[in-house]
């Protein structure tokens, strides 16, 4: 079983910056040879995967937050991280982080992030 947590939303202001933390944690597991991902869903909305990031450390990003988001991992401590700058109100959602081991999709709770002035 894995499980995963994440934590760091909130309330912020357009232009302003937030860190989510994605810890990971199983019995006899680790993170390094997996890809993180985390995924974001606003109401009304599909969820929407924002980034991931590979085992050897490769990142991708959808448009709409390239430049302004950075994804990374410490596979030492088995954790995820999205960092979260020049906030906009269309980032709102709640944010999911990801692991996919072989045909098994894990999910965390989610944290929400609601950007308004």
Request: proline residues 3%; contains cysteine.
């Amino acid at each position: 079983q894995v499980q995963l947590v994440e934590s760091g939303g909130g309330l912020v202001q357009p232009g302003g910056s937030l860190r989510l933390s994605c810890a990971a944690s199983g019995s006899i597991f680790s993170i390094s040879p997996y890809a993180m991902a985390w995924y974001r869903q606003a109401p009304g909305k599909q969820r929407e995967l924002v980034a991931t990031i590979f085992s050897g450390g490769r990142t991708t990003y959808v448009d709409s937050v390239k430049g302004r988001f950075t994804i990374s991992r410490n596979n030492a401590k088995n954790m995820a991280y999205l960092e979260m700058n020049s906030l906009k109100p269309e980032d709102t959602a709640v944010y999911y982080c990801n692991v996919a081991i072989l045909a098994d999709n894990y999910w965390g709770r989610g944290t929400q992030v609601t950007v308004s002035s």
